[in-house]
């Protein structure tokens, strides 16, 4: 597990249990509409947080909302038993292993220097000035991170209610360990579901298309990557735009993982794709990977 996330998903069940649950629950109603969420100070609301270490000389900051305190904010008792209630709840008030990995790739893949992240008043990395989205974000540390090297980035979940009382209070409480006179580049808070996403910021003047985007442990089912694959059809900008999906494997007992999701995106052709992270995690027994998403050299006639 990754320094400071939280234990893996709960529902790691075999196929039985996850068709008890399925039945239980009923057919998901993934229909939450796109809407844009505008911060409001929520005065008298206590946000705690903990530092969570993303690499040597870089630490950032997260806050805690227990199991418990996500069902009542969302007002769904399944949530304190669950990490995932499909079509309420996703898991965002959880901070899951892959995002960390996917921090550190950035990090490593785009010239951001650990040490030089909260101390530096003139940081230069190749985020500068490049549009991201986070999709799923959840607690949003790879948007996060990404904001402070010096990108504008747009952050996405699925609940309105994560967005208000996790994502962005995150946002501030990092960005204000930034030296003054850094610029701060504009953020944008979106909620609902994938499939209304991305046309909601390709028709309402949102700019659009994005030179990354960036998701964590969002592709645990087949349904969830044919939604989420939809999405960065839609938002990523041709002919460089990059997506980067952090991932286990398998998601056993709900069918997901890296391996299924490659398949799914070769079999769709728009995309090259490749791993271009591994962590072998031995305590789960599972492997961690990132995957790379890009335009092929020619541009699919999808995006002429």
Same mark, same amino acid.
């Given at each position: 597990m990754a320094d400071g996330a939280e234990p893996a998903f709960r529902f790691n069940f075999g196929k039985e249990e996850s068709d008890r649950v399925q039945e239980e629950q009923g057919a998901p109603d993934y229909s939450e509409p796109a809407a844009e969420v505008v911060h409001r100070p929520q005065p008298g609301v206590? !946000? !705690?947080? +903990? +530092? /969570?270490?993303?690499? +040597? &000389?870089l630490a950032l900051v997260k806050g805690i909302i227990s199991s418990d305190e996500a069902a009542t904010i969302l007002s769904d008792q399944r949530i304190a038993a669950s990490d995932l209630v499909p079509g309420k709840y996703e898991g965002g008030f959880k901070l899951w292993e892959c995002s960390l990995d996917l921090c550190t790739t950035l990090l490593d893949r785009y010239k951001v220097v650990p040490d030089r992240v909260l101390t530096d008043p003139e940081l230069t990395t190749e985020l500068n000035g490049k549009r991201v989205l986070e999709l799923g974000c959840g607690h949003g540390l790879p948007g996060i991170l990404a904001l402070m090297s010096g990108a504008e980035v747009h952050f996405q979940d699925y609940n309105q209610e994560v967005l208000r009382r996790l994502t962005i209070p995150n946002v501030i409480a990092n960005m204000v360990r930034l030296p003054r006179s850094r610029p701060r580049p504009p953020t944008r808070y979106f909620s609902g579901d994938w499939r209304l996403v991305g046309e909601h910021l390709t028709s309402r003047g949102y700019g659009g298309h994005y030179d990354f985007i960036l998701s964590s442990e969002s592709i645990y089912s087949v349904p969830a990557q044919e939604r989420l694959l939809e999405c960065i059809k839609q938002l990523l900008q041709p002919p460089h735009g990059v997506a980067l999906i952090a991932a286990k494997r398998y998601y056993f007992g709900v069918g997901g993982g890296t391996k299924s999701f490659r398949n799914l995106v070769e079999e769709d052709g728009i995309f090259e794709v490749s791993v271009v992270a591994q962590v072998d995690d031995k305590t789960s &027994?599972? /492997?961690? +990977? /990132?995957?790379m998403l890009k335009f092929p050299a020619a541009i699919h006639p999808y995006f002429l």
């Amino acid at each position: 597990m990754a320094d400071g996330a939280e234990p893996a998903f709960r529902f790691n069940f075999g196929k039985e249990e996850s068709d008890r649950v399925q039945e239980e629950q009923g057919a998901p109603d993934y229909s939450e509409p796109a809407a844009e969420v505008v911060h409001r100070p929520q005065p008298g609301v206590a !946000f !705690f947080t +903990e +530092e /969570v270490s993303i690499a +040597e &000389g870089l630490a950032l900051v997260k806050g805690i909302i227990s199991s418990d305190e996500a069902a009542t904010i969302l007002s769904d008792q399944r949530i304190a038993a669950s990490d995932l209630v499909p079509g309420k709840y996703e898991g965002g008030f959880k901070l899951w292993e892959c995002s960390l990995d996917l921090c550190t790739t950035l990090l490593d893949r785009y010239k951001v220097v650990p040490d030089r992240v909260l101390t530096d008043p003139e940081l230069t990395t190749e985020l500068n000035g490049k549009r991201v989205l986070e999709l799923g974000c959840g607690h949003g540390l790879p948007g996060i991170l990404a904001l402070m090297s010096g990108a504008e980035v747009h952050f996405q979940d699925y609940n309105q209610e994560v967005l208000r009382r996790l994502t962005i209070p995150n946002v501030i409480a990092n960005m204000v360990r930034l030296p003054r006179s850094r610029p701060r580049p504009p953020t944008r808070y979106f909620s609902g579901d994938w499939r209304l996403v991305g046309e909601h910021l390709t028709s309402r003047g949102y700019g659009g298309h994005y030179d990354f985007i960036l998701s964590s442990e969002s592709i645990y089912s087949v349904p969830a990557q044919e939604r989420l694959l939809e999405c960065i059809k839609q938002l990523l900008q041709p002919p460089h735009g990059v997506a980067l999906i952090a991932a286990k494997r398998y998601y056993f007992g709900v069918g997901g993982g890296t391996k299924s999701f490659r398949n799914l995106v070769e079999e769709d052709g728009i995309f090259e794709v490749s791993v271009v992270a591994q962590v072998d995690d031995k305590t789960s &027994g599972n /492997v961690r +990977e /990132v995957l790379m998403l890009k335009f092929p050299a020619a541009i699919h006639p999808y995006f002429l």
